[in-house]
Each structure stands twice: as C-alpha cells, then as structure tokens.
C-alpha cells in the first residue's frame, strides 16, 4: 500500500497550518506592510517551487529514501554526526511546537496550571501515534484534518461587517522596519515545516505525490489568503499591528445564544494541528533513529524521542522564548526546505553519472 | 463395527440399536437427533417388509452411502445419521431432524420497513435465508470445525468471482488454528480472531439480519456463520459499518442520509455531552453566556459535589438502571424505569445531589446512546465516556480534546485482517469516502465490490 495524494495533501496541510495563523497576521501586517496579503500570497507562489523541485528530486529518486540517497554517496560514520543533529533538531522542533501551544493555552484559559502537566498528556497522545506506521499516521491526520479542515469557515461570520477600504490602496506600505529580505524570513514562518515531506518520498508514488503537494499548497494558499483578506477588512492595519494575536481578537466577537468565546473552543481545537506537527517531526526521529539503530524496537526508539522532547521543553518557560526560538528555527527550515533538496538533487545526480562512468 | 460402535456410546441414553432381519440389519443411531419423519421413510418403510428381497439391493440404491470407516460412522451418528451394518458392510443415511425455533422478527435489530426476518440458531437454516436472497451459482459455503470437544461447525459464505483470494485463505487459516475446546456461540469466534484482542470496540460486525448479511457478501467480504449461534459476522468490518443500518436503504436516499448523520451526531452527543459539562462548570465557567450562566450557578449552588464526582454518580446510576433494565423481564423492567426516573429525575436535584443542567445533560446522552445500531458498539463508547469524563474532571476541555485524539490513535491503529478499522480515511476516492457519511440515491450506489481482490 501506499500514501494516495490527499494523504499528502493532508500532510502538508498539517504540516503548515497552525498555530501561527493566530500572530501570523500582525507579523505580515509588520514586515511587510499593507495588503501584506499579497505579500502571503507571494510566498505561497515561492513555496509551491520549493515544493516543485522536491517533487522533481522524490521523481528522480524513484522510491529511494533521502537517507538511502546520502549513504549511497557518503560513508556512514561521516553521516552519523548529521543524522544525530538532525534527530536533535526535529525533536527540538517538535518540542518547541508542543510547548508553544500549551503555553499559548494556559495563558488562554488555564492560567492555574503548569505547562509542563499539561505537555505530559500531549506526550502520551503523541506517543501512540508515533509508535504507529506512516499508513496509521496517515489515518490519524486524515480524521485530525476532518474536526479542523472547517475552522477557517468561522471567518464567515465576519462578511456583513467586512470593508474593503480597509484593505487601503497601497501595497507594502508602512512596514515598522524598510522591507528587506529579512522581512519576508520573517512572514514565511506561516508555511514552515513542509520540508518534512520528503521523509514521505519512499512512501508514495511520485506522481501522487506532486498531485497531493500541488493541491495542499494551493488549499493552504487560499486558506490564508481567505483569513488574510477578512481580518484585513475588519480590523484597521494600525491596530492589526498592534494585536498579539489578531484571530484570537476576531474570533472572540463572535457569540451564540448556547456559547462564548469561541475563540478558546477554536484554539483548544488547534491541539489536533500541533499533535500532528509534533508528531511527523517525532516520526522523522524515528525514521533517523532507525538508521543507527536498525534492531531495536520501535516502540523504545518512540521512548527514547519522547523523553528527549519533554526534556527539551523544560527549556523554555515563557512564550517568548518558544516565539524567539520558533523564529530562529523558522530560518533554518527555511535553509533546509531550499538547500536539502538541492543537495539531494545533486547527490542522484552524481550517483547517476558515476554509475554511468562505471558501466 | 457393531462391537466398536456399542462400545462408543456406552452409557448413552438416548443411543439405540435396532435389529432386523433377525440381527442381520442392524440399524444404530441417537434418537435425541433423529426425526419421526425421516426414520419413517428411510428406516421403518424399506426395512419393515424384506422377504423375498436382496436387502444389499436396498443399500446400494441412494440415500444409503457405504462407509468402512468407525470415525466417519461415529462423526456420522453424531451428526444425526444413522449407520446400518449388514453382515460386514456398514451404510450412512442422514436422518437428522433439525430442532430450534422458527424465524422470527430479531428482538436485538428491529426494523420499521424492510424484510423482518432474522438468523435462528441452525445454520442450516441460516443457510437458506442467504440463498434464497442471493441466488448465485458463485455464492459458496465452506464448512470448518472449530472447537475440540464440540466440533461446532462454523461456514464461510462469499461470492467466489469478486472475492479476494488472499483474504479467503487468510481467514481459512485463521479460523483453522483456533485451538479451543468449545466454541458457543459467533461472538466467542469472533473474539479468537480479534487482532486487537484487548480494545473495548468490536472489530467484526456482527448481525441477526439476512438482509445485513446479503448486502455484505454482495460487496465482497466473507461471512461467517456459526451452528447454533443466531448471529452471523463480516470480515473484514470496518468502524463505520457500527453506524449503518438497512433502514437506511429502505427509506428514500434524503430520509437515509438524515438519519445516519443523525446517528453520527448521537455517538457525538453520547461521547461527549456530559465530559463538555464536567470540563466547563470545572474549568471554563467563561464559554457560558451570562444569562445561562445564572441559571447554571443558581442550580449548581446546593450540589456539594465538584462537577466531576456529580456526573460520575449520575452516569454510573444510570449505568445500572440500563443493565438492570436490560435483564429484567418487561413487567418488572417498567417498574425499574419508573423507580429510576424518579431517583435520577427531580428527588435528586431536590435532596441537592445534583444539578438540573446535569440531568439533562446525562439524560440526553442516554438517550443518544441507544441511536448508536450496534450493542456492543454502544457499550465501547459508555466505556469510554467515563474515560473522557475523567479527563475532563483533570484537564478541562483539553483533556477532553485530547482525549478524542487518543480514542481516534486507538482505532487508528486497530487493523482487521489486512484492512484499516478506520478504512474510508485509506480509500483512493474520495467519492467512497463520503459515501461512508451519507447514502446516495439507490440509483446511484455503485455495484461495484468495496472489498474484493485487492487489499485496501
């Protein structure tokens, strides 16, 4: 069996959308300026080429993982110190994501209780998913994506009071600092993460998968283009600046007879979106982890991650620090999702005209 | 022969041995399984008046089968044949007079239109039922035995042409190495080849219902039927199939797909109704408007108990109200419910117990509960209930949220002989995939196996 294309697109999705659509607003509206959504929109195009390039690399690898594609070039001690970093960096990513939305919930609605208890259960949730097998993972996003595909609906709501003169007639103005490339790292952390799908690549069929990357960028892209566009029509760009988070601020005026804040019921349901992240950040561990040590059991490597991802949660305290190292890992997946494939590319490549040579 | 089959059902007693022809026919059989009718025309009447006549003439015509074999003559008289021996050969003849009661209505899986015929304990008849519905040259039955000491007959049915061969070999296999001395029933078959033995939700779909049974053979699975059992099941079955009933397709297609999205949202409201109260009037008073905020204090301020320990009584005393109910014979199980409806109705809001939000809540999980098809799916999700309430009482409404992930990793992760238990979230269409939620027109229902050759 394989991974069929809306599984891929489901990856992507929750690999992507989460919980920085709720500040990702004011971020844009700040590096970028007005109509930043444009400027989203751009990034989004820039994402989709990236994503290209990894489909043309999942294309030429046909069926090979990206870890059989670097120990056929490199001898295996030399890779052991990148495979050690890279199961360090995934779990720290993983652990950053956990720990940034039960901060982010605490501060929300449970201001009593530690963050820490509250990770301990995410952990063990997390854990049975990623002891399972990439075709069991796959189900579990397939049901996640189901209770929050509708979410972004809500923004419905906000039709009747919506203005365009809002949206003002100039593009890219009065960001807080000059726009520079800086200013795009920063606004891209809205599609971090989608470097992650070629750990799919020996999992799917190329062509499925350049169907399910194509269509989950391009829901996500209208996803954020849908929430950009209606939160810049009803909030003023000044005080969209000013906002820590400016869904959380548009969701909270929405009231039912039965129900209030609906803003904390839509963000306690976000929990599926970090799980899933988290989880395919974990689950890459795992699949490295596997590589050092190919006969030990999955369910202890699965042990051994989740430990290391509670550990690191200690870490980090207040929600400032998980942002600040949020963003600073925002800029190296960046790195990663442009460098990884072209180092990969190249490596087939090479592998190919050296074969060539041989023959 | 004589000597060894004697000797096989000494002190039995309702084995018997008849002579005639002055000892030279002798006739052995257990007169518990035979019937009046069947002994008449195949015993008394050839065999009453033989003079003059080659009796080996009579024996070698049919329904009389020559036998040399003691094990297949003693399986045979077990069976409900009768073995006649003349002189040194030995004959079968199937005399078996099946006793059980007649089809009836199924009291478990009542239907309002649609045929009202249910499975009874013969699987001869069971049989029938099936065939007379599908009548196809393709649908085959294969009989195993399982079970050392009740060599209870257990039968495959599927239609050959659409079947996954794989699968049918996997099962036959399966079924095969059961190694158990007894077998009562299709439930205890269905629990030995369970993958996941220890999860509360049942993995195979179990029915009374020929019509249930047809339609699933007609998509490729195989089914299963157990003698003397009124129950039959499907492999491989799949979380969903717990949610549809035929019902659905004897009512126009926009009746049926309202009343399945009905039953969807009755297993929500049943799972999480009451673990949303106990995480809201613990955690998160702030979610509640103002005006039924006041209502809710005002009918919250008497109960001495935290939220958590309130449903947890509640839910456990209405637990029991439904087993005891369940066991009771119908007089007494009215009395039961007008003695349950008044303890957990206004006397324990007045005596301060609990509060009227809390009753309403747990009552309308009842309720829902019963919309779920299945028994024993019904029962998983009680089970679970408790599980997410407790959550609830711990981590508010992120237990509780957290506490669906967990349920949907578990079936995630429960797999069925080679297919998913959560199967429409592995289809390559997503046509089938919503099919799964909302029936189509009948004109529309694809004729196409779901199950067949290729594994999912």
Redesign the interface.
């Known amino acids: ?1 394989k991974l ?1 294309w ?1 599984h891929i697109a489901i990856f992507l999705y929750m690999l992507e959308f989460g919980v920085s659509i709720f500040n990702g607003d004011r971020v844009a509206a700040e590096n970028i300026g007005t109509n930043y959504w444009l400027g989203i929109l751009l990034i989004g195009l820039f994402v989709c080429l990236n994503l290209a390039f990894i489909a043309l690399v999942a294309r030429k690898a046909k069926g090979r993982s990206v870890f059989d594609i670097m120990e056929a070039s490199f001898p295996k001690p030399f890779l052991i110190p990148i495979y050690i970093g890279l199961i360090l960096f995934w779990i720290f990513t993983a652990s950053v994501i956990g720990k940034d939305y039960t901060l982010l ?1 605490q501060f929300l ?2 201001p009593s ?1 530690d963050p820490m208890q ?1 990770l301990l ?2 952990m ?2 997390m854990y ?2 990623i002891i ?1 097998s990439i ?6 996003l ?3 994506f189901g209770i929050v595909a509708w979410l972004p609906l809500l923004l419905l709501h906000f039709i009747p009071e919506w203005d365009i003169h809002r949206l003002t007639p100039f593009f890219f103005k009065e960001s807080v600092e000059n726009l520079t490339i800086y200013s795009w790292v920063e606004s891209y952390h809205l599609f971090v993460g989608y470097d992650m799908i070629l750990i799919l690549i020996p999992f799917c069929d190329d062509r499925e998968l350049r169907k399910g990357l194509f269509i989950g960028q391009t829901f996500i892209s209208l996803t954020y283009l849908m929430s950009n566009l209606a939160i810049s029509g009803y909030i003023s760009f000044k005080l969209l600046q000013k906002l820590s988070y400016p869904v959380l601020n548009l969701l909270s005026y929405i ?7 609906i803003e ?2 839509t963000f ?2 976000f ?2 979106i970090s ?1 899933s992240k988290s989880s395919i950040y974990c689950f890459g561990a795992i699949l490295v982890l596997r590589r050092l040590f190919p006969t030990t059991n999955v369910k202890y490597l699965a042990l051994a991650t989740i430990s290391i991802f509670y550990g690191f949660a200690f870490v980090m305290q207040v929600l400032r620090q998980t942002e600040n190292v949020y963003r600073i890992f925002s800029g190296m997946e960046l790195a990663l999702a442009i460098f990884s494939p072209i180092l990969l590319f190249l490596l087939i490549v090479h592998q190919r005209t050296s074969r060539k040579g041989r023959a | 022969m004589h000597e060894e089959l004697l000797s096989a059902f000494e002190n039995c007693m309702d084995f018997t041995n008849r002579s005639y022809q002055e000892g030279q026919l002798q006739i052995v059989y257990l007169s518990s399984l035979v019937g009046n009718e069947e002994m008449h025309r195949d015993i008394i009447l050839p065999f009453a008046n033989t003079e003059g006549i080659d009796i080996m003439s009579i024996l070698n015509k049919p329904p009389y089968i020559f036998s040399c074999n003691l094990a297949e003559c003693i399986q045979g008289v077990l069976d409900g044949k009768a073995v006649l021996l003349y002189h040194d050969y030995t004959y079968l003849v199937d005399i078996r007079h099946a006793k059980g009661r007649s089809i009836e209505e199924s009291k478990v899986e009542s239907i309002i239109l649609g045929p009202h015929e249910s499975f009874v304990e013969n699987v001869s008849q069971n049989i029938s039922l099936i065939r007379n519905r599908i009548k196809s040259s393709q649908l085959k039955t294969v009989k195993l035995v399982v079970g050392s000491t009740t060599q209870t007959d257990v039968v495959l049915m599927f239609l050959d042409d659409i079947i996954n061969q794989e699968l049918l070999l996997e099962v036959k296999t399966r079924i095969n190495a059961i190694e158990t001395k007894a077998i009562y029933g299709a439930t205890m078959v269905t629990q030995l080849l369970e993958e996941n033995p220890d999860s509360v939700f049942p993995q195979f779909m179990l029915t009374e219902r020929p019509d249930t049974i047809c339609a699933h053979i007609v998509q490729g699975r195989i089914v299963c039927l157990v003698d003397g059992s009124p129950s039959a099941f499907s492999m491989p079955s799949n979380f969903f199939d717990f949610f549809i009933t035929p019902e659905d397709y004897n009512q126009p297609w926009i009746i049926g797909v309202v009343l399945r999205v009905l039953r969807f949202v009755g297993f929500f409201i049943t799972f999480v109704l009451t673990p949303f109260y106990v995480a809201i009037t613990t ?2 008073y ?4 103002f005006n ?1 905020l006041l209502n809710l204090t005002e009918s919250r301020k008497n109960v001495p108990f935290p939220p958590l320990l309130e449903a947890l009584i509640m839910e456990f005393t209405i637990e029991m109200l439904k087993e005891a109910g369940a066991r009771m014979p119908t007089k007494i199980g009215q009395t039961i419910g007008i003695v349950g409806g008044i303890v957990i109705g206004q006397a324990a809001v007045q005596a301060g117990f609990t509060s009227n939000i809390l009753i309403i809540s747990v009552a309308i999980s009842a309720i829902a509960s019963f919309v779920i098809p299945n028994y024993i799916m019904s029962n998983a999700i009680r089970l679970f209930r408790f599980l997410l309430i407790f ?1 609830a009482g711990g ?5 509780l ?2 506490g669906i ?2 349920m ?6 429960i797999s069925n002989f080679g297919t ?1 238990y ?1 199967t429409p ?2 289809f ?1 269409s ?1 046509r089938k995939w919503i099919g799964t939620i909302i029936r189509g027109p009948t004109r529309q229902l694809r004729q196409s196996p779901l199950h067949s050759k290729e ?2």
Not at chain 1, 135 to 140: A, P, Q
Not at chain 2, 286 to 289: A, G, H, K, Q
Not at chain 2, 408 to 413: D, E, K, P, R, T
């Open positions: 069996m069929k809306f919930f609605s449970f209780r509250l259960l995410y063990v949730v049975f998913i399972q075709y069991g993972i796959s189900r579990v397939t049901c996640f009231e039912f007879p039965f129900i209030n804040r904390s019921l306690i349901l929990v599926f799980l | 955690f998160h702030e979610v509640i408007p039924m959550l981590w508010g409404m992120y237990g949220v957290l992930a967990g949907i990793v578990h079936l995630a992760s998913a959560l979230t592995a390559k997503i594994k999912q």
